[in-house]
């Protein structure tokens, strides 16, 4: 199955998803890989889902990528006698550790984390910042607050902390088990992290995941952005999660951090996937706002690795429609004439490594001598990568004999990864190379194509060498 586009689809699946006839729907319109929901999915849910999908992918012959999101901490207040209560804007209201149900003047905090932390001046955001809190004094068992905007309250309503550093786990308990049960399946290539802080918040998942899934860094909190650096090191991806990150730091610095994430990203070389109310409207209506659709645009312009669909394919009445929408404004971008050029105003220095010298001549040269594809063989995924970093105008056929090597490159712009055992020797490299172009349709009897690979073979992480070659009527190289 070859797609019109570079940036890819993730799509995550639900109630309005989760049979197999509509991930097949949903594939087949344009989703390249699927996320399971853990703070919604139950593990025999999870696997039902992952056998689900394992299933598409073999019928469709195509590698399929799956990412875990983990649920990570969630504060909210206790609750209040009469369910909610209504509040005055400039009152003061508390929030405690006593654990009787609230009224209009204070409500329980089950969470002696905050409790300590808080200090006067910090924001605390309910709801979803419907209600905002400044807190005036703190005693560390109860913090004193005037009601800065709204004037509802109810039971369980989430709080978030914008201004203050959390001595939190990103992992909780629950995670922890999700996390095992994921991983004991065999079958998940990305574990998404939810509200890490710092870069610390990595360490723990790094540690039981021992290189079973690749790590995607979930960045939600300003906590995070201001340590942005030290967090793209050390994941192997990111996420940039707007709904949680638009509630804790003021709307209009979205965008912007937005841009400053995906820069950042593709200067490192390492995924990027913006997420959440792309195509919000698209889980009741069949088409999106003008305003939705901009929005997409924006972060393929930008060069977003992917795109994430969360309630529009989960739980919505459109689900393929939202998928095949996206897809459509996708391709429709990449075909903009303005599109290379801001493509190419982002493109950074290569590293002086073997690798990013290949990728950058390999990049040159296809687009100078207008080759067909760039083939370049990858076991870890790390040259599939390092291809991808460039952005060349040229599609990138990735070829590894690891299928989660190709699972995981699924989420990498412009990647279309195949499946395919290691070469012998170097003309059944570029042969290989030549014949998987040629059928998948990305090159022609006569085209050329641009081959790169580590020689000795089969040695991860040493790409150092280039061939051009012809692609021949049998579909077979020559050089």
């Known amino acids: 199955m070859k797609r019109g586009r570079k940036v890819k689809i993730l799509a995550t699946l639900g109630p309005s ?126 913090i004193v607050c005037r009601v800065v905007a709204g004037n509802k309250i109810s039971d369980r309503k989430g709080v978030s902390l914008p201004d203050t550093d959390l001595p939190l786990s990103a992992l909780t308990e629950k995670d922890r088990r999700d996390l095992d049960a994921v991983l004991a399946t065999g079958e998940v290539d990305w574990i998404a992290l939810s509200f890490i802080q710092r870069p610390q918040d990595l360490a723990e ?19 995070a952005v201001k340590r942005l650096a030290e967090i793209i090191e050390l994941s192997d991806g990111l996420m940039v999660a707007r709904g949680d990150l638009g509630v804790e730091m003021p709307l209009e610095s979205v965008p912007g951090t937005q841009r400053q994430i995906i820069r950042a990203c593709r200067q490192a070389g390492k995924p990027v996937v913006v997420a959440t109310q792309m195509l919000e409207s698209m889980i009741s209506a069949p088409v999106p706002t003008r305003a939705e659709v901009s929005d997409v645009a ?24 939202a998928i095949s929408m996206m897809s459509s404004i996708a ?33 040159q040269i296809a687009e100078t001598l207008k080759l067909s594809a760039i083939v370049t063989y990858t076991s870890s995924g790390t040259t599939g990568l390092r291809a991808a970093r460039e952005r060349p105008h040229v599609p990138i056929i990735a070829l590894s004999p690891v299928v989660g090597t190709a699972r995981r490159l699924s989420l990498v712009w412009g990647t279309h990864c195949v499946v395919s055992e290691d070469a012998h020797d170097l003309d059944d490299m570029v042969d290989r190379a030549c014949r998987i172009a040629f059928e998948e349709q990305f090159a022609k009897s006569g085209d050329r194509v641009i081959v790169t690979a580590g020689v000795p073979l089969r040695t991860p992480g040493a790409t150092n060498m280039l061939r051009i070659a012809y692609v021949g009527s049998d579909g077979m190289g020559a050089l």
């Open 331 to 363: 391709s429709q971008v990449e075909r903009d004439p303005t599109y290379n050029d801001s493509i190419e105003a982002q493109r950074t220095e290569p590293e002086p490594t073997g690798a990013d010298a290949i990728s950058l001549a390999s990049r």
């Open 17 to 142: 998803s989760s049979e197999e006839a509509m991930i097949t729907r949903l594939h087949e319109v344009g989703a390249d890989a699927f996320r399971i929901n853990m703070s919604h999915a139950d593990h025999d849910t999870m696997r039902t889902l992952i056998a689900r999908i394992r299933e598409v992918e073999r019928q469709a012959a195509r590698p399929i990528g799956i990412l875990a999101d983990l649920q990570g901490p969630k504060l909210r207040v206790g609750t209040f006698a009469g369910s909610r209560v209504e509040l005055t804007a400039g009152q003061e209201f508390i929030l405690d550790d006593n654990p009787e149900p609230g009224d209009t003047a204070r409500v329980h905090l089950p969470h002696p984390e905050i409790l300590q932390a808080v200090e006067p001046g910090h924001r605390l955001l309910i709801d979803d910042g419907r209600l905002q809190l400044e807190a005036l004094r703190n005693d560390g068992r109860s």
């Open 298 to 321: 924006t972060a393929v312009f930008e060069g977003a690795d992917a795109v994430m669909l969360s309630a529009e394919s989960a739980a919505g009445q459109y689900p393929s429609e």
């Open 205 to 223: 998942v790094r540690k039981i995941a021992r290189g079973r899934a690749a790590l995607m860094a979930k960045v939600e909190k300003p906590q």
